[in-house]
């Protein structure tokens, strides 16, 4: 019988598999299309000082990156590159790019490309204007909402219909694209470094920022999170709360194809494992596991003995 395992994080790989969060307007997303490395590259890339190298992680590596992250030793995080797709209104877009270090970026061009325009609406309601801060806003919406969300879809269709009739006059795309508005849709490739993305998160999930971009900022800290779960963790410490917690605020994405965050599983010894493997067939047996961990998935396991017929030996397990 082979036994349902998670695997272990081991020595770093390029990892090609995509998370992907829609924002609440159904259209703007952050996609994760490929990471390169994972929690022991961090690792690996701070203990090369000694000529040390680890091969899978355990809680001395998980150490290690919380003491990395804590006294601000930021070049190991470096290492670890991701690449992600994101669609997203060009101004916050505008506001996103601000972020240069650490991070490369190709845009789709309205030079080359003249497909439907696609506009940002505030299906979460027009924030009022906050008379005693020069930028931000009120948590509340201006006193006739709906009318005003009405208003920009107008204004946007017309300045999207207005485009169209300049191309059907022949204009050029990198002429027309002119009367666009800001709330006009751009998608664009991006790659960083992990370190970038958690100084980036830091600061477009502060309060302050602006609550448009707040949303991307939380939807890609999802994306990390399923990635680098030690890593992310320690950067982010008192900054960003996993949605794995029971305190964890409402999410403002909605997950497509999410990070493979396994959260019901135990971890158990070598002799424990004998231990209860033994208490399920009443056979005597030498298994050699190499002094390793072994990690359970318990929900693989109880449908494994559900299709067999044999729920009861569950409760050896725990379950």
């Known amino acids: 019988m082979s036994i349902p ?13 995509t998370a992907k969060y829609f924002l609440h307007d159904g259209v703007g997303f952050v996609e994760r299309l490929e990471t390169f ?28 990156i919380k003491y990395l992250a804590r006294h601000n030793h930021i070049t190991p995080f470096f290492h670890p590159q991701v690449r992600f797709r994101l669609k997203m209104p060009i101004f916050v877009a505008r ?8 991070f490369a970026r190709n845009e789709v061009s309205r030079r080359y490309v003249d497909t439907k325009a696609e506009c940002w609406v505030p299906v979460d309601g027009v924030r009022e204007r906050d008379a005693k801060a020069k930028q931000g806003s009120k948590d509340t919406n201006v006193a006739d909402n709906e009318h005003v969300i009405g208003m920009i879809a107008d204004f946007q269709k017309n300045a999207v219909g207005f485009y169209e009739d300049l191309l059907a006059r022949g204009v ?34 502060d309060p302050h920022a602006q609550k448009e971009i707040r949303d991307y900022a939380d939807a890609l800290a999802r ?44 971890t158990i010894t070598k002799d424990e494992f004998v231990k209860k493997m033994n208490n399920v ?21 109880k449908t494994y003995y559900e299709s067999t017929g044999e729920s009861e030996k569950l409760e050896h397990w725990g379950c």
């Open 223 to 266: 994306c990390l999170q399923g990635a680098f779960p030690v890593s992310w963790a320690a950067l982010m410490e008192n900054t960003w709360t996993s949605t794995a917690t029971a305190t964890a605020p409402a999410p403002v994405a909605t997950p497509v194809a999410p990070p493979p965050t396994p959260t019901n599983e135990i």
């Open 172 to 205: 050029a795309p990198e002429v027309a694209r002119g009367v666009l508005p800001q709330s006009m849709y751009t998608e664009f490739i991006e790659t960083g470094s992990l370190y970038a993305y958690a100084r980036l998160c830091k600061l477009r999930l």
């Open 37 to 64: 490395g994972n929690d022991l590259t961090v690792v690996n890339a701070a203990r090369v000082s000694f000529a040390k190298e680890s091969v899978e992680m355990d809680e001395k590596d998980a150490k290690l």
């Open 95 to 102: 506001e996103w790019f601000r972020h240069t270090i650490g």
């Open 5 to 17: 395992s998670q695997t272990k994080q081991t020595k770093p790989q390029t990892y090609q598999g």
């Open 281 to 301: 067939f009443p056979i005597k047996s030498e298994i050699d596991m190499g002094g390793m961990e072994v990690v359970i998935d318990l929900e693989k396991l």
